[in-house]
């Protein structure tokens, strides 16, 4: 008899993105489930980086990336952040922010320290932190205003505790996080002596609301590792770079993490992506003014429908109760009679939430508006041709 794999890969299903996904292409259905955009990102980085291909650097980029991207990575932090970092000592890129995620919790975390989350939450951490040995202690936001429940946040902190994961714009609530709960948030990091790992892939995404930084926050400086995605900031998702800024005697051991798991990232992209960086303010504050009115169209459509709606200030997601069309359907049953049925696909909302912290909510489904707009339409209206004939 061989030999047991790993139990925890093992033991993991295959993802509601997958299910829904091929749901999705088998019943021809609009896939408003993944979050990536259906357009090319600006042509003039797309340029740059096939430009790149030809002029004869194609070897290793350095471990940390090349010097012109983590140039570009601290004039990003300066300008959008006020945060005044070392492109040499204090910017790693990454093979996408997943692979920041994954490096920077493996610097931070040993077997048996507990990682303190807030539900729902992106689908990657559970498990990372899980195949580190690490203990999850999660807190759930409150409905239908995605409120911090500061109570039970202070009460998942403890003397064991050796970091947060923050994820702000949140996928998938779409919630931008307040200064006021941002200082909660660093008055409890302060007390446990913790570190925080910020997701803020979507930093230049929102809607209405700032994005600030913890890492801006006193004496938040020296225990935030902050990550970014050009996918995210330049609708190219394909790309896979990100980047990690992050004081020095933090990065240099996450540098350590990223050499055993990819060491460098493609350089024509990291070119592209250095240029992008510094393009001028009014391209960032133009791709959120777009991205919000295409959260408008969506959230207005799936209201005509008769669906409620829930805040959302940041991202490439809406989360809608979807009890008033459901029929006491759960989110799962009625996320295939959607596919199947109406021609749209979307990701129930139980999947971003963990078991061990009790049932999730069944009556959300997450939709993503980062299409085109006539396709956002038409999404609308085959839901509303559907429920028409109910």
Known sequence: MTK??????????????????ALARQHEAINLGQGFPDTEGPHDMVQKAADALLDGQNQYAPLTGLPELRQAVAESNARFQGLNINPDSEVIVTSGATEALA?????????????????????TYLPIIRQLGAVPRLVRLQQPDWTL????????????????????????????????????????????????????VYEHLT???????????????????????????FSLTGWKVGYITAPAPLAGVIAKAHQNLVFATAPNLQRAVAFGLRKDTTYFATLATDM???RDILSEGLRSVGLEVLPCHGSYFVMADIAPLAAGKDDVAFAHQLTIEAGVATIPASAFYDSSN???PRHLLRFAFCKQEHILREAIARIAAWASKR
């Open 4 to 21: 047991p794999l790993n139990p925890l890969l093992e033991a993991q299903p295959t993802t509601i993105f997958t299910v829904m996904s």
């Open 103 to 123: 490096a920077s919790l493996m610097a931070l975390l040993e077997p048996g320290d507990e990682v303190v989350l807030i539900e729902p939450l992106y689908d």
């Open 149 to 200: 429940p500061q109570d039970a946040l202070a009460k998942a902190f403890s003397a064991r505790t050796k970091a947060m994961v923050l994820n702000s714009p949140m996928n998938p609530t779409g919630k931008v996080f307040t200064r006021d709960e941002l200082t909660f948030i660093a008055s409890l990091l302060r007390h446990y002596n913790a570190y925080a790992v910020c997701d803020e």
């Open 207 to 233: 809607f209405g609301a700032p994005h600030i930084s913890l890492m801006t926050l006193p004496d938040m400086r020296e225990r935030c590792i902050r990550i970014g995605s050009a996918g995210k900031s």
């Open 292 to 294: 919000a009115h295409k």
């Open 358 to 360: 009790g049932t999730p």
